[in-house]
Nanobody, 122 residues
Framework: QSQFVESGGDKVQPGGSLTLSCTTSEYTLDEYAIAWYRQAPGKEHEGVSCISSTDSTYYADSVKGRFTISRDNAKNTVSLQMNSLEVEDTAIYYC????????????????WGQGTQVTVSS
């Protein structure tokens, strides 16, 4: 069972914005690389963004320039600010430890949590 809790998903219109949050009570997140993933209907999970333990950030080409990953150490959260949302961003979003760090964050460690649903629709 995943140790992460994702929140912040909602239904928005194309061009809108959302901020997702990822937190856990089991780890101090600023010590770890954390990645965001998503699964669109009928598709495999894909890595969206990753923040390393040294706060280097990485993005999938499809979200580069629109999404921003960041940490709030005081709240022990990793956030994903999503702007200029597109219909293609509709998915369930999850966070997890990336098995191979941020250089190759497509594979997470452990099971998926329940995620948070993002729906972009007019």
């Amino acid at each position: 069972q995943s140790q992460f809790v994702e929140s912040g998903g909602d239904k928005v219109q194309p061009g809108g914005s959302l901020t997702l949050s990822c937190t856990t009570s089991e780890y101090t997140l600023d010590e770890y690389a954390i990645a965001w993933y998503r699964q669109a209907p009928g598709k495999e999970h894909e890595g969206v963004s990753c923040i390393s333990s040294t706060d280097s950030t990485y993005y999938a080409d499809s979200v580069k320039g629109r999404f921003t990953i960041s940490r709030d150490n005081a709240k022990n959260t990793v956030s994903l600010q999503m702007n200029s949302l597109e219909v293609e961003d509709t998915a369930i979003y999850y966070c997890a430890f990336p098995q191979y760090g941020c250089f190759d964050y497509q594979t997470p460690i452990g099971d998926w949590g329940q995620g948070t649903q993002v729906t972009v629709s007019s």
